[in-house]
């Protein structure tokens, strides 16, 4: 294994650092965990805790990631290594560096299915398929889906050609370049699905759902699930962050940078939130989590609502993007450590992680 340190590629801007931080955080864990959360922890008052929890411990934790990250300029292992060296101290923190780069790589394992499930809605309701149905109809469909896998290999196979050929082409040339178109895309997609929830009439009780406030309902479990949402959705201790970090010029700030996207990724929830939770209310249903919100739920409150049907398209297409980000976040550090400690090129190292990994 290689120690040397060769010239590392950075981000071509802070706001692109920004961008890419965004997407590794706004992922999954923001559309389908946190509006639910927020509906049944207690609507304002878990977001002024789970705002606590960010601000207090998750943007310091980030700020160390970046600061060890950009210190060293390379993925978690060797980062661990050199800094362990430097201190004097003993060898073995090489094992967190690992450990961050193994979670990660766990964490794809599941991700990468639900983002085929995603891609083949996307291609689905494109192609008219589930078009106003009801909701055993949609949960027949998810179902046939999940019992024929093989019906998943495009959508699989396309979405793991998406995510190698960003990584492949590098820092530069891959990931900074898809932030950069995907990111304004997202956001795009968002704004025009916030207009079209705001106008259907049914905002209001959204907000009061996810806004009101019940302070009575305060305990450690609500600080527990507060937390655990941040760290799993700002991608803390997984060494995505420090990776990232490596890559951001010494002349940035990082306190400010850090708590931009902290704030932003708490932001970008709630938005989300708001369109999820409007579009359930508007259908006269109840939100739920996980598999069930996103795959039976939405499509069809989407079908009884006007437009709706181009509505879910680009809703699926805005968890899709969001899935890309997040996915190509969790495989920086391992590919990374494959080019810069195994001495592979990139698009070899990005083939090994996408491919050996994601099997
Ligand atoms: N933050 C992502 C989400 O909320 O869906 C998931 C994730 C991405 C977790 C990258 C960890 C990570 F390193």
């Given at each position: 294994m290689q120690t040397g340190r060769k010239a590392q590629e950075l981000w071509s801007h802070r706001s692109v650092f920004i961008l890419a931080l965004l997407g590794s955080s706004a992922g999954l864990g923001n559309i389908w965990k946190f509006p639910y959360l927020t509906g049944e922890q207690g609507g304002g008052t878990f977001i002024l805790v789970y705002l606590f929890c960010v601000l207090l411990v998750g943007v310091p934790i980030m700020m160390a990631e970046v600061l060890l990250g950009r210190r060293t300029r390379s993925n978690p292992v060797q980062s661990m290594q050199i800094l362990s060296q430097e201190a004097g101290a003993s060898p073995r923190w090489v094992w967190a560096g690992w450990l961050a780069v193994l979670t990660g790589v766990l964490i794809f394992s599941f991700y990468a299915v639900v983002a085929a499930w995603i891609f083949h809605y996307i291609f689905s309701l494109s192609a008219g398929l589930l078009v106003d149905v009801g909701a055993e109809q949609a949960s027949d469909f998810f179902a046939a889906m999940l019992n024929a896998p093989e019906s998943l290999l495009i959508s699989h196979s396309i979405f793991m050609l998406v995510?190698?050929?960003?990584?492949?082409?590098?820092?530069?040339?891959?990931?900074?370049?898809?932030?950069?178109?995907?990111?304004?895309?997202?956001?795009l997609l968002l704004f025009i699905l916030?207009?079209?929830?705001?106008?259907?009439?049914?905002?209001?009780?959204?907000?009061?759902?996810?806004?009101?406030?019940?302070?009575?309902?305060?305990?450690?479990?609500?600080?527990?699930?507060?937390?655990?949402h941040a760290f799993f959705t700002l991608s803390l201790g997984m060494g995505v962050v420090m990776t990232y970090g490596a890559y951001l010029s010494r002349k940035e700030s990082i306190g400010q940078t850090v708590a931009c996207v902290g704030v932003l990724d708490t932001v970008l929830g709630l938005l989300v939130g708001m369109v999820v939770i409007t579009v359930v209310f508007a259908a006269q249903m109840e939100p739920a989590s996980g598999p069930g919100l996103l795959f039976i739920t939405l499509p069809v409150a989407f079908g009884q609502m006007h437009a709706g049907q181009v509505l879910c398209v680009i809703f699926f297409l805005l968890v899709g993007f969001a899935a890309v980000t997040s996915v190509i976040s969790l495989l920086e550090p391992a590919?990374?450590?494959?080019?810069?400690s195994f001495a592979l090129p990139r698009p070899v190292?990005?083939?090994?992680?996408?491919?050996?990994?994601?099997c």
């Open positions: 995510v190698l050929l960003i990584l492949g082409a590098g820092v530069r040339r891959g990931l900074d370049r898809a932030i950069r178109y995907l990111m304004p895309l997202l956001l916030l207009v079209y929830a705001y106008n259907s009439g049914y905002f209001a009780q959204a907000y009061h759902y996810l806004f009101a406030f019940h302070p009575d309902r305060i305990d450690a479990g609500m600080f527990i699930a507060a937390l655990s590919t990374a450590l494959l080019e810069q190292a990005a083939c090994v992680s996408v491919g050996a990994l994601g």
